[in-house]
């Protein structure tokens, strides 16, 4: 940890509990925003608010230093029901914060408090906290709004808890690091009628059964071994009663994949399938789309420069190399396609897993990663990582 923490450090503990405390959907964050900014406004920083709805960036110009580099802690809750039982659970019925994103907060406005005063610091830093990356791509909403026009990045970095991995120990991977998602509604239009006629109704429920089971060779026989993907039927619905064949039957269908040449061959795939099972019962299908968040590739040059802040910061075991991608997904894609860099882990600990009810970000925790987050911007704004060709 950062000696100069030392003494923010318990105000920056409640501010996480703050947080944690009061947690706010996606572009609902407006405590949260208003928290941020006030704190960022108050250490010098020049304060943004607007961009994505609910976004915040704080920026830092100081010296002459050329570097200029972009961070970002991701703010919303999920819409679930706490039961962790803690003296700083959520106080809003319905709102958690089970992913971490009050920590990624509170990491990133203790680098902000280290960078205001750090008089050394020779460079420019955006801060950028974001909004809704659980459910709307606040991450596309803030790059449609200018954010990077108005805020020039030659990297952009996000750094993300990681429950199961050693408590303040980083990793991080070249290429990929998670998955993309997109999803489905496909309607399956047959013929009902009677139960006890079946031969005059086209039924939708066994032709929603067979593309079940013929969407298990998707990925088992059309993807190799050595790639990376997932398709999941989560729903069926049809039908009312025994008696009765459907007119109709929906399903819900995702599709993830680490690579974006294979998320389109899923795509075409699942739809080759589904219309050509409908087709040979005398069916048809009707497909609503909802395209989600690209995978997120990591650039190499700033993978290296994680390493090196990580190493120099804590030492040579400091991080590690991430085996396989997360089959999640992050909408923190959406600044890597615009802008290079690399999104890393920093674990949680022996902690419950994101995206449950007993979930709590860990607290001995947020030194490090604003120590780290510090660092790299030190690191790279006085020697800017340059543009691969």
């Not at 991977?173 to 509604?185: E, F, K, Y």
């Not at 047959?190 to 593309?211: L, N, Q």
């Not at 729903?235 to 995702?254: F, K, M, Q, W, Y």
Request: overall charge negative; proline content about 6%; hydrophobic content about 40%.
């Amino acid at each position: 940890m950062n000696p100069a923490l030392t003494d923010f450090l318990p105000e920056l503990v409640q501010i996480r509990h703050r947080l944690h405390a009061n947690p706010e959907l996606g572009l609902e964050e407006h405590q949260t925003s208003e928290l941020v900014a006030g704190y960022l406004a108050e250490w010098g920083f020049q304060v943004t608010r607007g961009l994505g709805s609910t976004g915040v960036v704080g920026t830092l110009r100081r010296g002459n230093g050329p570097g200029a580099i972009g961070l970002r802690a991701d703010m919303d809750a999920l819409p679930m029901d706490e039961e962790t039982g803690l003296a700083y659970a959520s106080k809003n019925p319905g709102r958690m914060h089970a992913c971490g994103h009050d920590g990624h907060t509170a990491m990133l406005l203790g680098a902000a408090w280290l960078l205001a005063h750090d008089p050394d610091f020779s460079g420019t830093a955006h801060l950028i906290f974001q909004p809704a990356e659980e459910n709307e791509g606040g991450a596309q909403m803030m790059v449609r709004d200018g954010l990077f026009r108005e805020f020039p990045c030659d990297r952009v970095y996000a750094l993300h808890n990681y429950p199961g991995l050693q408590a303040g120990r980083f990793a991080v991977r070249r290429g990929a690091m998670s998955a993309s998602i997109d999803a489905a509604t496909v309607t399956i239009h047959g013929k009902g009628g009677h139960g006890a006629f079946p031969e005059d109704t086209i039924d939708p429920i066994v032709i929603a059964s067979s593309i079940v089971m013929a969407l298990q060779t998707v990925v088992a026989r059309n993807v190799s071994p050595h790639d990376r993907a997932v398709v999941t039927v989560g729903a069926i619905h049809s039908g009312t009663v025994c008696n009765i064949i459907p007119d109709s039957a929906r399903l819900e269908i995702s599709m993830r994949a680490t690579d974006p040449a294979l998320r389109t061959a899923l795509r075409d795939k699942v739809v080759a399938i589904c219309e050509g099972q409908a087709a040979s019962f005398g069916a048809s299908v009707e497909f609503a789309w909802q395209t989600g968040y690209p995978s997120v590739i990591n650039d190499d040059a700033s993978v290296q420069s994680v390493r090196e802040a990580a190493i120099a910061a804590f030492g040579p075991d400091a991080v590690e190399e991430l085996r396989v991608p997360m089959m999640g997904s992050e909408d923190f894609s959406f600044f890597l396609d615009e802008v290079p860099g690399a999104y890393a882990f920093i674990g949680n600990g022996d902690s419950t897993g994101l995206h449950t009810t007993t979930y709590d970000f860990n607290d001995k925790i947020l030194p490090i990663g604003a120590t780290f987050l510090h660092r790299l911007v030190r690191d790279h704004a006085a020697r800017p990582v340059p543009a691969e060709t």
